[in-house]
Structure formats: C-alpha cells, structure tokens
C-alpha cells in the first residue's frame, strides 16, 4: 500500500529534490509553499507523513504544527534551517515527532522518515489489539485515543495520551526519562529529557486530582516515573 506523504516548504529546489527521494519510499506525495495551505491539506487529507519546514510563510512551521496537533495526530518530522537547540526542543514541545537540520543528508532524512512511519503504523496496530483499560475514575481507551476523568472526556495531545498508554500498560514498571524520550518520541538524545518531564506535569495536570501528590503518574526518585500498580 502506498503512503501519502506532505512537504511543506518554500525552497522550491527542496521541494524538487525531497519529491524525487519520497517516491523512492512508495509514497504519494504532495507538496504546498506556505504554512496556511500545508495547514489547510494535512487537514482535509490522511497523510502518513509530513515534511514541515520552520520558517515557511504566512504561519511558520511551529504554529501550523500546534494547530494540526489539536485534531490530528499525523507524523511530522520538523525541517530547519537553524540549529539552535531551542528550535529543536520547540518543535518537540508543540507535538513534532522528529527534526532535521538543513544541510541534510538525503540518505539520513529517508531513513528518519521510513523510521517515524513504521513507527506510527506499530502504534496504530497496538491500538486495534487493545480494549479499554479501566482505573476507576480514570479510563483510557486505546482504540479510539480517547481518555475519561469521572465520566468526562480529557483532552490530551498525542504525546501526552502517548505516554498515559505506555505507563498504564505496565503498573508499577518504572521508565526512565531517556528510555520515554526514545520510545516516545523515537531517539535516544538525553539532552531533551526535560522535554519528558514537561509532558508528564501537562499530563499530571489533566488527570490528577491533586498534582501535589498524584495518584496515577508517580515519580521513582533518581530513575523516571511508573503508572501506579495499586490502583
């Protein structure tokens, strides 16, 4: 079966060459040059991937990613031409799967691309294999992403309903932060597990009757977090 792929990009020459090199993954692509139309067709199509550059015109590539991120959980791997680390840790922040630094490798990019796919295709096949899991107050239903707070729906982001399925599938199983960073997000990078930290209190925040003292996200001191197995 054949993908869909979106690039969104103002180089028209980037566009040229990541055109030529996503065919080669047996994907259909599909490609606009400015934030406002790459919104526009991740919206109204299922794309398996989308190629988003950060400095695009009209709405750059952070705030297209925080607008699809609020209805749509379709892999993004973030392109910029800057390598600051802020871009980077931003764009992970606002629900980016990956990034890549321009000048690129084509072989690299390829290789993250096909990597950031399969992927989101394992997670959709654990969805359909799991039924809802039950803590009382709180459910989680994985087949449909959607989660329950005394009866009301809690509206979490990919990541953060990510890191819930993960964590309540195995109570008591301690994860550390370099170990959620890379199932999570994909990468083993420790420099960014502040990045963990800042989605698991977003996450706390949603969920817990009292961030002070959670009940279901609970910190392991000097190793990371684990979903309460007494519950």
Avoid at 183 to 199: A, K, L, M, P, R
Wanted: charged fraction near 30%; glycine fraction near 4%.
């Amino acid at each position: 079966m054949e993908n869909r792929i979106l690039i969104v990009e103002d180089d028209l020459e980037i566009v040229d060459l990541l055109n030529i090199h996503m065919r080669d993954l047996n994907a259909i692509v599909d490609s606009v040059h400015d934030g406002r139309s790459g919104l526009e067709k991740a919206l109204e199509t299922d794309y398996d991937l989308i190629l988003l550059d950060l400095s695009i015109p009209i709405i750059n590539g952070i705030e297209v990613c925080k607008e699809l991120r609020k209805t749509k959980d379709t892999p993004i791997i973030m392109v910029t031409a800057k390598s600051e680390e802020i871009d980077k840790v931003l764009g992970l922040e606002i629900g980016a799967d990956d990034y890549i630094t321009k000048p690129f490798s084509v072989r690299e990019l390829k290789a993250r691309a096909k990597a950031v796919m399969r992927r989101s295709e394992k997670a959709a096949a654990n969805a359909t294999n799991q039924s809802e899991m039950d803590f009382g107050d709180l459910k989680v239903n994985v087949e449909m992403r959607r989660v329950t707070l005394n009866d009301r729906k809690v509206e979490l982001s990919p990541k953060e309903f990510d890191l819930l399925v993960l964590l309540a599938s195995h109570p008591g199983r301690s994860y550390s932060r370099s170990e959620l960073l890379d199932v999570i997000w994909g990468y083993n990078f420790s420099g960014y597990e502040h990045t963990v930290n800042s989605h698991v209190n977003r996450l706390r925040a949603k969920i817990e009757p009292d961030m002070s003292h959670p009940i279901y996200i609970l910190t392991t001191w000097g190793i990371g977090y684990r979903f309460n197995e007494e519950i």
